[in-house]
Antibody, heavy 122, light 108 residues
Framework: EVQLVESGGDLAQPGGSLKLSCVTSGFPFSSYDMNWVRQAPGRGLEWVSYIGSSGKTMYSADSVNGRFSISRDNAKASLYLYMHSLRGDDTAVYFC???????????????WGQGTLVTVSS | EIVLTQSPGTLSLFPGERATLSCRASQSVRTGLLAWYQQQPGQAPRLLIYGASNRASGIPDRFSGSGSGTDFSLTISRLEPEDSAVYYCQQYGNSPSTFGRGTKVEIK
């Protein structure tokens, strides 16, 4: 069974930093491209960041470019999101998401984690 | 970036009725690379359709997708109570990938 389990969400101050983690199981992690997608409270979905299966190719949304960075550890079947210079509009549930049919960092998502809540507030 | 406009905002129907959800793109979506997701309250989204018309694994055949270019639709042929949810479309043919704002389906 494919499982994606996020952690690391917390209350952070504006300008602060957080690290999100996603531990996966049930599939050959190193063979799949991965993404982070977020959802602000009561709002829709927003793609945040993509990383290719080898970890060599990464893309991020303009809204987080230069502030967030994505990485992966294939030996640990884990995905990470490093978040810096946090702003109020970064408040959201962050989903770890397995990408399929990816091209240029654009994928559809066939499996989602349950999400981890990041709240940015003073 | 491509803006996806979903309509209607809310659809309220009886069990057994047919639901048609629309997703219109601000420009043509490359080779029909459009997906649909269902999200129930407090849960993660679930993939329903990819490539505009391909049902994902385990999705009942009452869900179907169609369309190309800028106009896409998701049809639920016979609504069941568990179909009450918000439905999102996503284009992944053009950078950046974008989502619509969702259509809420209510079962009366």
């Amino acid at each position: 069974e494919v499982q994606l389990v996020e952690s690391g969400g917390d209350l952070a101050q504006p300008g602060g930093s957080l690290k999100l983690s996603c531990v996966t199981s049930g599939f050959p992690f190193s063979s799949y491209d991965m993404n982070w997608v977020r959802q602000a409270p009561g709002r829709g979905l927003e793609w945040v960041s993509y990383i290719g299966s080898s970890g060599k190719t990464m893309y991020s949304a303009d809204s987080v470019n230069g502030r967030f960075s994505i990485s992966r550890d294939n030996a640990k079947a884990s995905l990470y999101l490093y978040m810096h210079s946090l702003r109020g509009d970064d408040t959201a549930v962050y989903f770890c998401a397995r990408g399929r049919q990816c091209s240029g960092g654009n994928c559809y998502v066939d499996y989602w984690g349950q999400g981890t809540l990041v709240t940015v507030s003073s | 970036e491509i803006v996806l406009t979903q309509s209607p905002g809310t659809l309220s129907l009886f069990p057994g009725e047919r639901a048609t959800l629309s997703c219109r793109a601000s420009q043509s979506v490359r080779t029909g690379l459009l997906a649909w997701y269902q999200q129930q309250p407090g849960q993660a989204p679930r993939l329903l359709i990819y490539g505009a018309s391909n049902r994902a694994s385990g999705i009942p055949d009452r869900f179907s997708g169609s369309g190309s270019g800028t106009d896409f639709s998701l049809t639920i042929s016979r609504l069941e109570p568990e179909d009450s949810a918000v439905y999102y479309c996503q284009q992944y043919g053009n950078s950046p990938s974008t989502f619509g704002r969702g259509t809420k389906v209510e079962i009366k």
